[in-house]
T-cell receptor, first 112, second 115 residues
Framework: QKEVEQNSGPLSVPEGAIASLNCTYS??????FFWYRQYSGKSPELIMS????GDKEDGRFTAQLNKASQYVSLLIRDSQPSDSATYLC????????????FGQGTELSVKP | EPEVTQTPSHQVTQMGQEVILRCVPI?????FYWYRQILGQKVEFLVS????????KSEIFDDQFSVERPDGSNFTLKIRSTKLEDSAMYFC?????????????FGEGSWLTVV
């Protein structure tokens, strides 16, 4: 059974700080990784994807991938109260159906 | 921006009743999915659908569940004889190709409450 693991949190950071969210995955063959943001009662919203080892930056968000350690992280710089949400790490399964396997999510709270 | 739309947004049903959740995927997408999320738990895959047939289904997707694409735009999830534990948010999603590097877009969800 392929697994995606995240610390459930909650992770609390002050406004303006860097929030660091972590995810590990079990399938060494995984090639692509996604971070979704989910506000309470809402659907997952894609914020970052990463396919290669190293860092990928998009605005205040940076995704970091280390395939050797089977580890992917998301950094949020200059955290805002509006960033308060649950962040979901997702890894595709490469069966024919192409489903996403989600972690349990990390709840982030940014305090003003 | 194109989006996946779902109806109803919220449905309350009595245990044992049948429920149909409806979805309109993004128009040029070819792969369709249903996921569910029980309150406080992780998002779980139910089923994927391509070329008018199921591509993959999870252990959750037993004989109680079925999917259909009745016309060129709608994609439905039918839950027969609902149980209390079927209470969850059900998300429809679609993608242009099989996911390998491709983005899955989620609808806003249908919240099902079984009483």
């Amino acid at each position: 059974q392929k697994e995606v693991e995240q610390n459930s949190g909650p992770l609390s950071v002050p406004e303006g700080a860097i929030a660091s969210l972590n995810c590990t995955y079990s399938d060494r063959g995984s090639q692509s990784f996604f971070w979704y943001r989910q506000y309470s009662g809402k659907s997952p919203e894609l914020i970052m994807s990463i396919y290669s080892n190293g860092d990928k930056e998009d605005g205040r968000f940076t995704a970091q991938l280390n395939k050797a350690s089977q580890y992917v992280s998301l950094l949020i710089r200059d955290s805002q109260p509006s960033d308060s949400a649950t962040y979901l790490c997702a890894v595709p399964s490469y069966n024919q159906g192409g489903k996403l396997i989600f972690g349990q999510g990390t709840e982030l709270s940014v305090k003003p | 921006e194109p989006e996946v739309t779902q109806t109803p947004s919220h449905q309350v049903t009595q245990m044992g009743q049948e429920v149909i959740l409806r979805c309109v995927p993004i128009s040029n997408h070819l792969y369709f999915y249903w996921y569910r999320q029980i309150l406080g738990q992780k998002v779980e895959f139910l089923v994927s659908f391509y070329n008018n047939e199921i591509s993959e289904k999870s252990e959750i997707f037993d004989d109680q569940f079925s999917v259909e694409r009745p016309d060129g735009s709608n994609f439905t999830l039918k839950i027969r004889s609902t149980k209390l534990e079927d209470s969850a948010m059900y998300f429809c999603a679609s993608s242009e190709t099989r996911i390998s590097g491709n983005t899955i877009y989620f609808g806003e969800g249908s919240w099902l409450t079984v009483v």
